[in-house]
Structures are given as structure tokens and as C-alpha cells.
């Protein structure tokens, strides 16, 4: 865990083609975002949309004000993934967040500034790597074989895999075979099949991951931040998205909700 393995890897393939890798992947994220952006017009209805609620509100927010909510919104709503509720699932995906965060940060820090032969990795960074794969695996299995919600509420089984499971999948082959190679290429086998194998699956998992942006739920991590601080600030300033108000009242849903889980209905 503390062998950084793309300053090995850089010992058989140029570091250029690594890094070109990964620039690369960044350049299919910004496409294929766009690209979803243009496709769905959610964007453009998200902005008309708060620009149409903002004539309902009752009060002005100050620059104070707009600054506190929007701190507020990123330390509570999305730092913590708070619209998840208490429980498992929001656990499942704290986890899998910082971890695939950790991952991301890690490999970029070794690819760009640990590669060369005259460098040695400081060992935070294999640690921060390694521990951040993990972290994606508990959280994104846990997420992919007990909490989704056609496994847990439609009883489907939990090898149906359907094109939502896209991005939870990629992101969870890009974490083991990482892990799988990293592991395998610290044997050193002296040649053998293990690691290229392994190597090139991560290679794979990732084109697919990065390059299915747009078929996939890869930018909800974009697109979940920003309606959060726009409900937050629609909330502050009165106009609610031009929802109603929470009724002045008890909530009664009757004894029947307390009896079960909403599954297999
Ligand atoms: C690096 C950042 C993130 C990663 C890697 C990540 C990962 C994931 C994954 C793997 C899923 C399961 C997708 C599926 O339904 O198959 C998911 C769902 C979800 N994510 Fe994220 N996410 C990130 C950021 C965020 C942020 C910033 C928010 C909100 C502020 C958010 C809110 C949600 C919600 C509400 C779901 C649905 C969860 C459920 O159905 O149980 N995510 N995320």
C-alpha cells in the first residue's frame, strides 16, 4: 500500500502517455458533460427556472446572506450528502465519495508529480490511493448489492444490470482493478500474465467510466451541488420554487406506515 504503482508502470511505459491518459479522461468528463447539458436542456431549464421563481420571492437576499446559505448548503447538504437522510444509504455514499475523491487525488498528485526516476513518492500519497480504492469498494458494493433500490424495494436480483448501473459499476471496476493491479504488479511475477491483465482491465474500466458520461449518472456530482444551493437560497428568499409552504399542521399518515418498509410493492 505504500508502493505508488504508476512509478512502476512509468518503468516500462513513457510517463507522457500516463499523464496523456489522464488529460484525456478529463477532456471526455468536460465533453460529455456538455454534450448532456445541450442533449437534456437541463441547465437551461434549471436557470429559467430559479429566474421565474426569484419574481415570487418576499425578501432580497444580501451578498452576506447569499455567501452564508451557499457555505451552509456545502458543509451540510453536499459534504455529507444530507438529502440521503440518516442510515445506511447516505453512509454507502459518503464512503464511496471520499473514497473515489481520495482515489482521483491521489493518482493525479502520483501521475503528474511522481513519476520520473529521480523522485521518490511520499508514501501519504500510495496510502491515500490505496485506502480511497477501498473506501469506493465498501461503499459502492454495499450501494450495488443491498441498498439499490430495484434489489431492495423491487426484490430484482442483484445480477440484473440495467444501463443505470452504468457509472456505480465503472466507478466500482475502476476501484478493484486498480487494487487488483497495484496488488498483482507488487508481486513482481517476473513477466507473467497477472498484472497486464489487471492493468489493462483498470485501463478499461476507466475509458468507460470517464467516456460514458453521458449515457451515465457520472455528472449528478455536478449537477446535485448546484440544485442544492439553488433550493437553499430559493428557501432563504421566499420564494420556495414556487412551492407551497409546509402546512402549519401534524403530519398524519395513519399506523400503516409504521408497519413496513416501503419494499416489494
Ligand atoms: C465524487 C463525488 C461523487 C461520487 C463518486 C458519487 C457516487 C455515487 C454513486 C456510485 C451513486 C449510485 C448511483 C446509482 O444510482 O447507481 C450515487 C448516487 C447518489 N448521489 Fe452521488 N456521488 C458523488 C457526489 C454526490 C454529491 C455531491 C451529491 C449531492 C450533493 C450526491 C448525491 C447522490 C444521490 C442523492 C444519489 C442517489 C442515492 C440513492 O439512490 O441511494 N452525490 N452517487
Given at each position: 500500500?505504500?508502493?505508488?504503482?504508476?512509478?512502476?508502470?512509468?518503468?516500462?511505459?513513457?510517463?507522457?502517455?500516463?499523464?496523456?491518459?489522464?488529460?484525456?479522461?478529463?477532456?471526455?468528463?468536460?465533453?460529455?458533460?456538455?454534450?448532456?447539458?445541450?442533449?437534456?436542456?437541463?441547465?437551461?431549464y434549471f436557470f429559467n427556472n430559479a429566474k421565474k421563481a426569484k419574481l415570487s420571492?418576499?425578501?432580497?437576499?444580501?451578498?452576506?446572506?447569499?455567501?452564508?446559505?451557499?457555505?451552509?448548503?456545502?458543509?451540510?447538504?453536499?459534504?455529507?450528502?444530507a438529502e440521503l437522510g440518516a442510515g445506511k444509504r447516505r453512509v454507502a455514499h459518503v464512503l464511496g465519495m471520499y473514497g473515489t475523491i481520495l482515489f482521483w487525488i491521489a493518482s493525479v498528485v502520483m501521475i503528474f508529480c511522481y513519476v520520473?526516476?529521480?523522485?521518490?513518492?511520499?508514501?501519504?500519497?500510495?496510502?491515500?490511493?490505496?485506502?480511497?480504492?477501498?473506501?469506493?469498494?465498501?461503499?459502492?458494493?454495499?450501494?450495488?448489492?443491498?441498498?439499490?433500490?430495484?434489489?431492495?424495494?423491487?426484490?430484482?436480483?442483484?445480477?440484473?444490470?440495467?444501463?443505470?448501473?452504468?457509472?456505480?459499476?465503472?466507478?466500482?471496476?475502476?476501484?478493484?482493478?486498480?487494487?487488483?493491479?497495484?496488488?498483482?504488479?507488487?508481486?513482481?511475477?517476473e513477466n507473467r500474465w497477472d498484472d497486464k491483465v489487471f492493468l489493462t482491465l483498470y485501463i478499461v474500466s476507466n475509458i468507460v467510466l470517464f467516456g460514458g458520461v453521458y449515457w451515465s449518472k457520472f455528472a449528478h456530482m455536478f449537477y446535485k451541488p448546484g440544485a442544492a444551493i439553488q433550493k437553499n437560497l430559493a428557501e432563504a428568499d421566499g420564494s420556495r420554487?414556487?412551492?407551497?409552504?409546509?402546512?402549519?399542521?401534524p403530519k398524519q399518515f395513519g399506523l400503516g406506515i409504521k408497519r413496513e418498509q416501503p419494499k416489494h410493492y
Open positions: 500500500m505504500s508502493v505508488n504503482p504508476f512509478s512502476v508502470l512509468a518503468e516500462s511505459v513513457p510517463s507522457i502517455f500516463i499523464q496523456g491518459f489522464v488529460l484525456v479522461m478529463v477532456a471526455l468528463v468536460v465533453i460529455g458533460t456538455l454534450v448532456d447539458i445541450i442533449h437534456k436542456k437541463n441547465v437551461k420571492a418576499t425578501r432580497e437576499l444580501g451578498m452576506g446572506e447569499r455567501v452564508s446559505v451557499i457555505t451552509k448548503t456545502v458543509v451540510h447538504d453536499i459534504a455529507t450528502t520520473t526516476k529521480d523522485t521518490t513518492t511520499p508514501t501519504i500519497w500510495p496510502m491515500m490511493w490505496h485506502v480511497g480504492a477501498i473506501m469506493t469498494c465498501v461503499g459502492g458494493y454495499w450501494f450495488w448489492l443491498f441498498l439499490r433500490v430495484d434489489v431492495l424495494a423491487e426484490a430484482y436480483p442483484w445480477y440484473r444490470i440495467i444501463k443505470a448501473d452504468l457509472f456505480v459499476l465503472a466507478l466500482l471496476s475502476c476501484a478493484t482493478f486498480g487494487l487488483a493491479w497495484s496488488y498483482t504488479q507488487s508481486l513482481n511475477l420554487d414556487n412551492l407551497p409552504p409546509l402546512a402549519d399542521a
